[in-house]
């Protein structure tokens, strides 16, 4: 059974701060996926990584692949509080099977 | 808006009761999921459904019956639930082949049994 966790499940930070998110494994993955879900809504995607060691940015969001596939991290920069939310990353093994972690909640205080 | 509309958006049912819960996907997608999620738990995968074919039955109770009658409309037959089956029932589509893992998700069902 493949597991990803999370880390912080918590965070709460002051607009403007820096912040980074993780999501570790012991299992490889073929391609991973972070969501962003609000209150009330489902998640929506933000970015997929495929190649160990890739880094893709998305405005003030900069998501990484570990070079073994096994884990990602997330880091915003001068986070808004817009960006409150409840992250979540998911791996899959190339299957139809999303492995989705417990989410990171944040909470950006203006 | 995801292109993924869900039906009810919220539900309070009893433990006899029969109900249905429906997705429709406007995004041209074959492939359509189930997926349960509770406080402090990830999201858990229920049923995977490519065009139209079940393909994916991640050991759910017989009390969840999905049902497919096209590759844009799914639904999930509830009966004779449980307390513990309170949670948000998320609808997901995706294309099949490469992108099947780039999922668009509804707004969900928020569930009560009482």
């Known amino acids: 059974t493949q597991l990803l966790e999370q880390s912080p499940q918590f965070l709460s930070i002051q607009e403007g701060e820096n912040l980074t998110v993780y999501c570790n494994s012991s299992?490889?993955?073929?391609?991973l996926q972070w969501y962003r879900q609000e209150p009330g809504e489902g998640p929506v995607l933000l970015v997929t990584v495929v190649t160990g060691g890739e880094v893709k940015k998305l405005k003030r969001l900069t998501f990484q692949f570990g070079d073994a596939r096994k884990d990602s991290s997330l880091h915003i920069t001068a986070a808004q509080p817009g960006d409150t939310g409840l992250y979540l990353c998911?791996?899959?093994?190339?299957?139809?099977?999303?492995?989705f972690g417990k989410g990171t909640k944040l909470s950006v205080i203006p | 808006e995801t292109g993924v509309t869900q039906t009810p958006r919220h539900l309070v049912m009893g433990m006899t009761n029969k109900k249905s819960l429906k997705c429709e996907q406007h995004?041209?997608?074959?492939?359509m999921y189930w997926y349960k999620q509770s406080a402090k738990k990830p999201l858990e995968l229920m049923f995977v459904?490519?065009?139209?074919?079940?393909?994916e039955n991640n050991s759910v109770p017989s009390r969840f019956s999905p049902e497919c009658p096209n590759s844009s409309h799914l639904f999930l037959h509830l009966h004779t639930l449980q307390p513990e089956d309170s949670a948000l029932y998320l609808c997901?589509?995706?294309?099949?082949?490469?992108?099947?893992?780039?999922?668009?998700f509804g707004a969900g069902t928020r569930l009560s049994v009482l």
């Open positions: 459904y490519n065009f139209k074919e079940q393909t």
């Open positions: 998911a791996g899959t093994d190339g299957s139809y099977q999303l492995t």
């Open positions: 299992s490889v993955f073929s391609s």
């Open positions: 995004l041209g997608h074959n492939a």
């Open positions: 997901a589509s995706s294309q099949s082949g490469v992108a099947k893992n780039i999922q668009y």
